[in-house]
C-alpha cells in the first residue's frame, strides 16, 4: 500500500517561490506524479520524476530523492492563477495511483 | 489528439435509485481506465481500473460495479444508490509504459438526497 504526506495549505505573495513537499511509503514505487486541481474542476498533469533529481519545465519543478521517500514541487513567479490545490501521487507498480489529499495554494497579490 | 468524455457533469439521485455514469476515449488504442471519487476536501480514491476489455480490478469494497464493455469505454454503476456515495467522480486513461500519467475527465458531482 502507499501513504502520502503533504501539507494542507500554503499562502504565498505574487511573484514569489513556494515549494510544496511530499513524503511517501510505498512497497512497489515506480513514479511520483505532481497534478494541479482548479476548485470545481478535474486535476491536470503537471509534471512526472522516477529517478533522482530535478525536472524543470518553465516556472514549475519538481524534484524526487527516492532513498528519502520524498519528492518537491517548486512553483517560481508565483501568478493569481497559480492559486489551486497541488496532488502529490505516487505509483505503485505498473498501474495504480495512490494521491495525497493535496495542499491548496492561495497566491495573494 | 487524445480525448476524454465523461457524463454527466452534474447529477441529482434520490437514496435506493440506480447510478450509471459512462466514459470514453477518443484517439488512442488499449489505454488503461480509472474510475476515482473524490470526497469534498479530499484526495482523489482510487474505486476501479481496468487493463483491457472485460478485465475490472476492484480497490474498494462497496456497492459499486464497473465494467469495461469496449475498448475505449469504462462504466460505472450501482443498483441502489446509498448517501454516502455522493462525490465527485472522475474517470482516467492512461497510455502503456510506466511514464505514462493519467488524464482526467471533467468529472460528475454526484448528489445523493
Known amino acids: 500500500g502507499q501513504n502520502i504526506d503533504q501539507p494542507t495549505e500554503m499562502t504565498a505573495t505574487e511573484g514569489a517561490i513556494v515549494q510544496i513537499n511530499c513524503t511517501y511509503q510505498?512497497?512497489?514505487?515506480?513514479?511520483l506524479f505532481w497534478y494541479q486541481q482548479h476548485a470545481g474542476e478535474a486535476p491536470t498533469f503537471l509534471s512526472y520524476n522516477v529517478l533522482d533529481g530535478l525536472e524543470e519545465k518553465g516556472r514549475f519543478s519538481s524534484f524526487l530523492s527516492r532513498s528519502k521517500g520524498y519528492s518537491y514541487l517548486l512553483l517560481k513567479e508565483l501568478q493569481m492563477k497559480d492559486s489551486a490545490s497541488y496532488l502529490c501521487a505516487a505509483k505503485d507498480g505498473d498501474y495504480k495511483l495512490s494521491f495525497g489529499a493535496g495542499t491548496t495554494v492561495t497566491v495573494r497579490a | 489528439s487524445q480525448t476524454i468524455h465523461q457524463w454527466p457533469a452534474t447529477l441529482v439521485q434520490p437514496v435506493g435509485s440506480p447510478l450509471s455514469l459512462e466514459c470514453t476515449v477518443e484517439g488512442t488504442s488499449n489505454p488503461n481506465l480509472y474510475w476515482y471519487r473524490q470526497a469534498a476536501g479530499r484526495g482523489l480514491q482510487l474505486l476501479f481500473y481496468?487493463?483491457?476489455?472485460?478485465?475490472i480490478s476492484s480497490e474498494v469494497p462497496q456497492n459499486l460495479s464497473a465494467s469495461r464493455p469496449q475498448d475505449r469505454q469504462f462504466i460505472l454503476s450501482s443498483k441502489k444508490l446509498l448517501l454516502s456515495d455522493s462525490g465527485f467522480y472522475l474517470c482516467?486513461?492512461?497510455?502503456?509504459?510506466?511514464?505514462?500519467?493519467?488524464?482526467f475527465g471533467d468529472g460528475t458531482r454526484l448528489s445523493i438526497l
Open positions: 510505498t512497497s512497489g514505487f515506480n513514479g
Open positions: 482516467a486513461w492512461a497510455g502503456q509504459g510506466e511514464a505514462q500519467p493519467q488524464h
Open positions: 481496468s487493463v483491457g476489455i472485460g478485465q
